[in-house]
């Protein structure tokens, strides 16, 4: 009997002992990739990469690290392993859009590697989609949303305003989002009350609050470089579509001030260069209406941006050069100075497909003078710096959130080989491109 009794507490004690290992999550191995980690300008060459839980478990030269068994192994050899993207200035469909439109969106930002979004015009229904995606029910970047926007129609009176503070904050948003037309004493008590109940506040500059104000009030980040060629001008209460029509009145001895005051104010920039760049650059609107990703988009959707395109070609060529060559130079400037900056696109908006958007952001802010590095930084590891999620995200390291994208060539060395995506994992969920490919192809 007492044989019998030592002889099953063995048995237990090994079968407790195995559950464990049984019941452990698999792996999922990247194999020889050249490793992009972002807390540095270079590249770990021959690297494998363990997974597991949607954390990054174990990192360093093939050959060195053991690959566990029943593992999904990713031949990377030859390929570029870097954290996933982020897109700062991102739009989900609106409240009354079907559930498969909103999940087809946030589905294109993944399929391009974008692993956080921080949503610009917020509803009700985008928390929900928040909590969705952060439980991994649905295939999405990381959601950070403003609420609905706060702006000359909405919050016309301060009572309006802080009341939509007040709801905003109790309702669990993440920000505040500023559009145009609020004026300057609603945008004093509204700025007034975001600090008392601790909800940032970003987007646009009213004309009526002004670059100044906007600083000094200490804006999260100014989207669209909105306010800065106003500020250079010599009228800018005249100012139209971002101050398009003053390009020939700026005085640019006031660019180091501004810069100075931006610096002081630890405001963030989004620049959405890209937006400006499609809408007044000379390329035919029915040219860049063949672009591939252009499939991805409603037809009368896509005739209203060539619409808008014709529109501002109106504007002369030279006027929209000069303009464009500005604000590259204040892109330049302020992030040579040390202002920090955060990689957005504004999508879906003129000419910008989700996801897609982001890449062609990355080849305009080199174009302004950023390194590739410094351009993928803005959406990455500062990406974690802004939100304060250093020590979880940003960089690929061991004990990091797995959110990674796989490219076929190294975008230190062209920054266009960021588009050339073999697969992304979010949260640890691996798709390569095989299955990006079937489900986009699906319309799903």
């Known amino acids: 009997m007492k044989q019998f009794f030592a002889a099953s507490l063995a048995v237990a004690l090994v079968a407790a002992l195995a559950a464990p290992v049984a019941q452990q999550t698999p792996a999922t191995a990247f194999v020889g990739a050249n490793v992009i ?4 300008d270079g590249v770990l060459r021959d690297q494998t990469v363990i997974v597991r839980g949607g954390r990054i478990e174990a990192m360093g030269p093939t050959g060195k690290v053991t690959v566990p068994a029943g593992s999904t192994r990713v031949d990377a050899a030859g390929k570029f392993l870097m954290p996933a993207l982020a897109e700062m200035h991102a739009h989900i469909p609106p409240g009354n859009a079907p559930d ?8 294109l930002y993944a399929a391009s590697g974008i692993g956080t979004i921080r949503g610009m015009l917020g509803d009700p229904r985008h928390l929900t989609y928040r909590a969705r995606a952060e439980k991994g029910v649905i295939v999405s970047p990381r959601i950070y949303t403003s609420g609905p926007s706060l702006n000359g129609k ?8 802080v009341q939509m503070v007040t709801t905003q904050k109790q309702a669990g948003y993440d920000l505040l989002k500023i559009h145009p037309g609020v004026k300057r004493d609603v945008f004093d008590a509204m ?3 975001a600090q ?3 909800i940032p506040f970003a987007g646009h500059v009213p004309l009526d609050v002004g670059l100044a104000r906007a600083l000094e009030a200490k804006y999260a980040t100014i989207d669209h470089l909105d306010g800065y060629v106003e500020a250079l001008a010599k009228n800018p209460m005249q100012s139209q579509f971002f101050g398009l029509n003053l390009i020939n009145e700026v005085d640019e001895s006031r660019i180091p001030a501004l810069i100075e005051k931006t610096k002081a104010a630890g405001t963030w920039m989004v620049p959405t260069e890209t937006l400006f760049v499609h809408l007044l650059n000379d390329e035919d609107a029915q040219a860049m209406a063949q672009r591939p990703e252009m499939k991805y988009i409603q037809p009368q959707m896509l005739q209203n941006w060539i619409g808008q395109k014709q ?8 006027d929209r050069q000069k303009y464009l060559a500005l604000r590259r130079r204040l892109i330049k400037r302020l992030h040579a100075a040390g202002v920090p900056f955060l990689l957005g696109s504004d999508a879906p908006q ?3 497909v989700p996801g897609f958007s982001i890449h062609r952001e990355l080849q305009v802010m080199v174009a302004a003078g950023l390194t590739p590095y410094e351009a993928l930084r803005s959406g990455t590891a500062n990406i974690a710096a802004y939100f304060g999620t250093t020590a979880t995200a940003g960089t690929v390291a061991k004990g990091k959130r797995a959110d990674l994208v796989l490219v076929d060539a190294n975008p230190l060395d062209a920054i266009a080989n960021s588009a050339k995506i073999s697969g992304v994992m979010l949260n640890g969920r691996w798709m390569s491109k095989a299955d990006i490919d079937k489900r986009l192809e699906s319309g799903k």
Do not use: C, D, H, Y
């Open 37 to 40: 980690t972002m807390e540095r």
């Open 154 to 161: 909405s919050a016309p009176t301060i009572e309006a305003a």
């Open 191 to 193: 700025a007034a009350k």
């Open 311 to 318: 529109k501002f070609a109106q504007t002369p060529s030279a």
């Open 350 to 352: 003129w000419w910008n």
């Open 100 to 107: 498969e439109a909103i999940e087809r969106t946030l589905f």
């Open 196 to 198: 008392e109940v601790g």
